[in-house]
Antibody
Framework: QLQLQESGPGLVKPSETLSLTCTVS??????????WGWIRQPPGKGLEWIGS???????YNTPSLKSRVTISVDTSKNQFSLKLSSVTAADTAVYFC??????????????WGQGTQVTVSS | DIQMTQSPSTLSASVGDRVTITCRAS??????LAWYQQKPGKAPKVLMY???SLESGVPSRFSGSGSGTEFTLTISSLQPDDFATYYC?????????FGQGTRVEIK
């Protein structure tokens, strides 16, 4: 059974960089049919896609965060990571990592981590 | 950037009701749409993908339809476990976007 687990600091100071890692177990991150994504959810609000990465390192990010987001992959550790720079209180959210599975024409998120709360505060 | 708009934002319904949620895309996305269910404090769970394909293990009372810019998720007979928030999500080669969510609450 595939499992994803987010890890990283739960508290980040304003203007600093948020860093999270997603560890994949029960399957390979180097699969040809999967992307790996980050999604966040501010308190009481909806889901926001942050970005996705393929095992080769090819990435796509949401335009609204693009200049602050770096997503990377480490196939040797079966992990992918998120860095979000210059954070503000607006970046406070639950951060999820998830696997994107290819259907018959598109990708959808079929396996999710449990989510990790990140609070931006001094 | 493709925008996704769901309606209604909140839906009050009773057990046994037929429920329909609509999702509209700001431009054509073919059939590249998924639907998710989320309960408080939990990660979302995929229900449908490619607009009308039922994810393995999801009850058959859930169905999806649509293509282009207009999509629907239908629950044929609402069950107690279905009270939750539902999100649509579009996929294209370079981006993914979620709708703002539809909360299904007990009437």
């Amino acid at each position: 059974q595939l499992q994803l687990q987010e890890s990283g600091p739960g508290l980040v100071k304003p203007s600093e960089t948020l860093s999270l890692t997603c560890t994949v177990s029960g399957g390979s991150i180097s699969s040809n049919s999967n992307y790996w994504g980050w999604i966040r959810q501010p308190p009481g609000k909806g889901l926001e896609w942050i970005g996705s990465i393929y095992y080769t390192g090819n990435t796509y990010n949401t335009p609204s965060l693009k200049s602050r987001v770096t997503i990377s992959v480490d196939t040797s550790k079966n992990q992918f990571s998120l860095k979000l720079s210059s954070v503000t209180a607006a970046d406070t959210a639950v951060y999820f990592c998830a696997r994107e599975e290819y259907g018959s024409g598109s990708y959808h998120f079929d396996y999710w981590g449990q989510g990790t709360q990140v609070t931006v505060s001094s | 950037d493709i925008q996704m708009t769901q309606s209604p934002s909140t839906l009050s319904a009773s057990v046994g009701d037929r429920v329909t949620i609509t999702c509209r895309a700001s431009q054509s996305i073919s059939s590249w749409l998924a639907w998710y269910q989320q309960k408080p404090g939990k990660a979302p769970k995929v229900l449908m993908y490619d607009a009308s394909s039922l994810e393995s293990g999801v009850p058959s009372r859930f169905s999806g339809s649509g293509s282009g810019t207009e999509f629907t998720l239908t629950i044929s007979s609402l069950q107690p476990d279905d009270f939750a928030t539902y999100y649509c999500q579009q996929y294209n080669s370079y981006s993914r976007t979620f709708g703002q969510g539809t909360r299904v609450e007990i009437k």
